[in-house]
């Protein structure tokens, strides 16, 4: 069990990055497990104004400095909170979300 809580915690990071990343974001290539460094300057962005629109999705969301933020993913993230997030960033989408079959 604790490999599927992994497995799906790592899933929603990578689908968190791989959707910045479409999007023009800059996110660190360094590898990650369940948190991410984003660069939000790269687009233009603050990093206190998009940590405001986290707080009114109702995340919280590290601001590192003023033009990074910091992202971690536990188990208790939902796919909702991962959309929430990805409109906070600016990209309003409904992700398309593969379901696993118990094996």
Not at 3 to 24: D, F, M, N, P, W
Not at 37 to 53: I, P
Not at 54 to 80: C, M, Q, S, W, Y
């Amino acid at each position: 069990m604790p490999e599927k809580i992994a497995a799906r915690i790592h899933g929603l990071a990578c689908v968190t990055a791989s959707a910045l990343s479409s999007a023009g974001f800059a996110v660190d290539p360094a590898p990650f497990f369940d948190t991410l460094c984003v660069d939000v300057g790269s687009k233009g962005l603050t990093a206190a104004g998009v940590a405001e629109a986290a707080a009114e999705e109702g995340l919280n969301i590290r601001v590192i400095d003023p033009t990074h933020v910091g992202l971690a993913f536990g188990e208790t993230v939902t796919k909702a909170e991962v959309e929430g997030l990805l409109r906070a960033f600016g990209r309003p989408c409904r992700l398309k979300w593969r379901e696993r079959r118990p094996s």
